[in-house]
């Protein structure tokens, strides 16, 4: 157990819907990373926060955004799914002045 | 632009042997890199980890080896068990200043299956 929970763990809907994945990091670590895992593709950096603040930006699609709340819990919000969103997505979350990265078990999202 | 490959998409080994496994890289600003271990449908779990400033790292049966001026990484599992088969990941990373590092930019990993 890494200490970084995601819920929900499966989420299926369908094309055009708007969902939210949740993460909360471990207790300290300040700041928080998303990342998605296609079928056919390894780990992607999405967007990093660090204390509510974003601090970098991957690949991320227009359709997606994400933020960091005081609590330092982070959403990831996805809208007008489209069945290539279909992936494992994971938060990972980091302890201040380190590189090392805890990741969260994921959410498998399913666009049907 | 794959800034950092593993170009052996899965090796296999006996139980009791050693195992490793390679990684490359290309971006001379990671001065961070890292190992995890990875089941299908669970998160990435870490395994070992090292420095720029070092080239090896040990902790338990696992040994990180990072040779700079060849960018090229590897991790040696002495001895392998069957309890290792998994996806192995290596990762790289550049501290972005403060007390921030930035994201991890992931090989495509290599699975490692281990016979009894």
């Known amino acids: 157990d890494s200490g970084v929970t995601q819920t929900p763990k499966h989420l299926i809907t369908a094309t055009g819907q708007r969902v939210t994945l949740r993460c909360s990091p471990r207790s300290g670590d300040l700041s928080v990373y998303w990342y998605q895992q296609s079928l056919d593709q390894g780990l992607q950096f999405l967007i990093q926060y660090y204390n509510g603040e974003e601090r970098a930006k991957g690949n991320i699609l227009e359709r997606f955004s994400a933020q960091q709340f005081p609590d330092l819990h982070s959403e990831l919000n996805l809208s007008s799914l489209e069945l290539g969103d279909s992936a494992l997505y994971f938060c990972?979350?980091?302890?201040?002045?380190?590189?090392?990265?805890?990741f969260g078990p994921g959410t498998r999202l399913t666009v049907t | 632009d794959q800034q950092v490959k593993q170009n052996s998409p899965s090796l296999s080994v006996q139980e009791g042997r050693i195992s490793i496994l390679n990684c490359d890289y290309t971006?001379?600003?990671?001065?961070?890199f890292l190992w995890y271990k990875k089941y299908p449908a669970e998160g990435p779990t870490f395994l070992i980890s090292i420095s720029s400033i070092k080239d090896k790292n040990e902790d338990g049966r696992f040994t990180v080896f990072l040779n700079k001026s060849a960018k090229h990484l590897s991790l040696h599992i002495v001895p392998s068990q069957p309890g290792d088969s998994a996806v192995y990941f290596c990762a790289g990373s550049a501290n972005a200043g403060g007390t921030s590092y930035g994201k991890l930019t992931f090989g495509q990993g290599t699975i490692l299956t281990v016979h009894p």
């Open positions: 990972a979350s980091s302890p201040p002045g380190t590189g090392l990265q805890y």
């Open positions: 971006n001379s600003m990671f001065d961070y």
